[in-house]
């Protein structure tokens, strides 16, 4: 099988993928979104129960906190993507007993404990 190459010199078997990655639109899209989520401030307790969609993010932070339990075991690795502000999250790897965590986000600040 040929192996294609893009400019950084990774192997990429998509055809233009590295052009998609350089791409002058892209990037202002990604920092458009990365700014979105970097401007945004730690909310407090009392703040975010007064949210319009507090039952929304009740819910899905239900769900996430199932889906962990359900599909992930003791000892696990995990590479979570997108993972933002990691605190509430990480509760619930660390109940899931992961052995080890990756979190990766494109927005500032989202590592901040
Ligand atoms: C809706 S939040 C979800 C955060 C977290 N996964 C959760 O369930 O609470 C979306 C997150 O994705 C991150 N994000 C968006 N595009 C990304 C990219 N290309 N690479 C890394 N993180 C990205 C944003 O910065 C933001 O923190």
Known sequence: MKRKFGRDGLSSGV??????????????FVRKVADHYSAR?????E???ASPIIHL??????????SIQLYTHQGDSVLDP??????GDLIKWDK???G???GIDIAEGSFKL
């Open 47 to 49: 703040e975010r129960e």
């Open 15 to 28: 055809p233009g993928a590295s052009q998609f990655l350089e791409d002058e639109s892209t990037k202002i």
């Open 57 to 66: 993010k009740k819910l899905n932070n239900w769900i996430k906190s199932v």
């Open 96 to 98: 899931a007993k992961v």
């Open 41 to 45: 401030s730690n909310q407090t307790l």
């Open 100 to 102: 080890y965590y990756v």
């Open 82 to 87: 997108t993972c933002g502000k990691i605190v």
